[in-house]
């Protein structure tokens, strides 16, 4: 514990000048640095997303403070080459053990450079679909159909194949099935028209498409795609099923499951069948 | 309660006290209304779009809703009697697609009449600005886009018109406005007309003294590089209609400006 003399010696000296003048600049310069970091985001607001805005705040803010430390300390008396020269060796250990996350990060403003997607959109990677909660320095959050939390690694995304499924007003809604071998294909091509047509969801621009697709082991394959807007996309295709499933079974247009036929041999006679009694049991046991 | 509205047409004010109650058949729509003691109840319904849909706009008082009819009700303070129903244009463009092919040879110039099925805006209140409670199409027409390709473009309704060239009152429904729309083909090439978006958020509504509804008369002009010249919007109601008053604004009539910036915009073929 310094004694009272020792603390008027230091007074006396002038030291205490730098040390007081360091922490005024401290003050002042963390408070412009708060202050210009909010005009900053309040003017790029109109501009960026909400996204970009935080980030754009925080690179003002940081580097407003970063510049008010190292004055401060340069006030204090440090020799700021030799920090330089520990900061180098510092990074250099700190980026080999720390390559994923770099990786990550570097991969993170790639993507928001190329924003493949938003907040809000929903999109598919991998086998998981989910809505955007943020996008992040390392990874991106999303929120799954049935509430889950799902954190990706920006990297992973940078690497793989992104869906969005928001990034189009409209989407094609891909209905198959197939139907037995002995149904008019055109008939069937009419109804599945006129159903289309009936539902004010269902897009009439583009045109609904139908396309046989072949002829399966027991059926013949079709693929029926309407258009509607992306939020009645579930809506349109649970309507078009059943209104399908509907007429079918009113025009008795049979959806046929699997079966195999067996013949003998070309223009065979039917397979004869012949049950066999069971052996009569011996009561005497011999 | 008088079977038409305040001024003997089928839309305008219609007197419904507490406890009354009052059932609409306009084109596709059911709709009935009742009075309640501190709210409004509506019910509602479309029927399946039918080409043979009767020239009806009905209003029979007392009737009750039916069955498939499902229940909204809005609560309002003020205890004023009167519905307002007033006819207006549709919220989104209208693509309108001829049944048979049309076409504008190089150097000819068409009038052609669309009619496009209206929607209702229900209001209540004693005086203006009235509070609108719903607002219902007569008839549901389909989704559909307009746009060169399926990422750019716009969500608009389709209808299939004929496309007169020639007015047959007996042909005009009273829930339909008609849209004369004046097609001139400078270009080299015959105009084949497949698809119009017409756009009905920037046209005014009007009713003849007749009855009858119409729009602003709308010119298209193909020059003769084959792009727009001008699209241009009648600053009044249509010469067919001498006369009418103007019963509802455009929805979005500073855009108008702005409404069309490519011929490709407006025909797609």
Known sequence: ?286 | MPARSLDGRWFGAFEIPPGARGRWEIGALAMCVERAVGEWRIWHSHAPVDPGLPDRALFAPDLGPTPEQALQRYVVDDLHPELRLTPLLPDRSVVARPVSPLFVPAGESARLYVGIPLWLRLEVGSRAPYQTLLELPTVRLSDTWFGLTPMVGELCYALKTRCRLALDPAQQLPYRATVPLVIRNRFREPLALERVNVPVRQLSLYAAPGGALWANELTLERDEEGSLAALRFGPAAPVEAAGAEEVARPRDPTSRRAAIRSFSALFQS
């Open chain 1, 1 to 286: 514990m310094p004694t009272w003399s020792e603390i008027g010696t230091w007074l006396g000296s002038g030291q205490w000048w730098g040390l007081a003048r360091a922490v005024l600049i401290l003050l002042i310069g963390l408070i412009a640095a708060r202050v210009l970091a909010s005009a900053a985001a309040r003017m790029l607001v109109a501009r960026l997303d909400a996204h970009r805005t935080l980030i754009a705040r925080r690179a003002v803010f940081y580097l407003i403070a970063g510049l008010t430390v190292t004055t401060a300390l340069h006030q204090l008396g440090f020799n700021l080459s030799v920090l330089l020269g520990a900061a180098g060796v510092v990074s250099l250990a700190i980026g080999f053990a720390s390559q994923t996350a770099i990786s990550n990060l570097i991969s993170g403003l790639f993507l928001m450079g190329e924003r493949p997607f938003g907040i809000g959109d929903m999109v598919r990677v991998g086998a998981t679909i989910g809505e955007v909660l943020s996008i992040d320095l390392l990874s991106v959050k999303l929120r799954t159909p049935d509430n889950l939390l799902v954190r990706i690694p920006n990297e992973t995304l940078l690497k793989s194949e992104v869906t969005n499924l928001s990034r189009f007003p409209i989407r094609r809604i891909d209905l198959t099935f197939g139907i037995a071998r002995k149904e008019d294909i055109g008939r069937v091509r009419a109804l599945l028209l006129e159903l289309a047509d009936a539902d004010p969801m269902c897009l009439e621009e583009p045109k609904p498409l139908f396309i046989i697709v072949g002829f399966g082991a027991a059926s013949v394959e079709l693929q029926f795609s309407v258009w509607a807007r992306r939020e009645n996309f579930l809506e349109l295709k649970n309507g078009m099923l059943q209104a399908i499933k509907r007429r079918f079974d009113q025009e008795g247009i049979e959806i046929p499951f699997p079966h195999v036929s067996l013949y003998a041999g070309s223009g065979s006679e039917p397979i004869p069948v012949r049950f066999v009694p069971p052996p009569p049991v011996d009561p005497a046991g011999g």
